[in-house]
């Protein structure tokens, strides 16, 4: 994961040196829409957003974020195969969202932050002697998401930390997620 942050931010860098002459304007709206990994303490998933928005001063834009992260999370087995455990968690997520873009050239980073519902659907499995146990129950919690990336183009790369809270089996369900996806709009005004 170091290595990763590592890279991004040096690409970042490298973009942003590069692009530092070419001043750009946007048009305002656009919607993002992007796919990426989840991970969690103990398991990862698949993550699937979209997110209208505006961009009320030049750099900072507004919206609302659809997202449905699906996270597989402690899944055990015993050595004999007698015994097996596991949990899943689907995760709807509403939020009020704010990017501000550190620069306004074709390569554009940003930080963003975002406040709002987390409905948490949990299963736990359970077999062992040859029966099983399943529990299900869901539960909303008010969360909040950091996150950080860049736009090129039409290409945007998301790093993002989500403070989701605990679902009704009393599983943490924080998630730390990378999505790359494009927007639609938003480009560059003629």
Known sequence: M??????????CLFFATMSANAQTEFKPFRVDIGLGYATASSGGGVVFNFE???AVIPQ??????????LIMRDIKISSSGEFANATAQGIGSYLATA?????????????GAGLGIYQIAAATVTTSGGKGDIEIDGSNNFGAMLRAGFDVTHF???LAYNFAGKDALDNNTDFFSVTVG?????GKRR
């Open 99 to 111: 990017d501000y873009h550190l620069t306004q050239n074709v390569f554009r980073p940003f930080v």
């Open 156 to 158: 945007r790369l998301a």
């Open 52 to 54: 209208p928005k505006y």
């Open 182 to 186: 494009v927007y639609i709009g938003g």
């Open 60 to 69: 900072l834009s507004v919206g609302v974020k659809f997202e449905l992260d």
């Open 2 to 11: 170091k290595k990763l942050t590592l890279l991004v931010v040096t690409g």
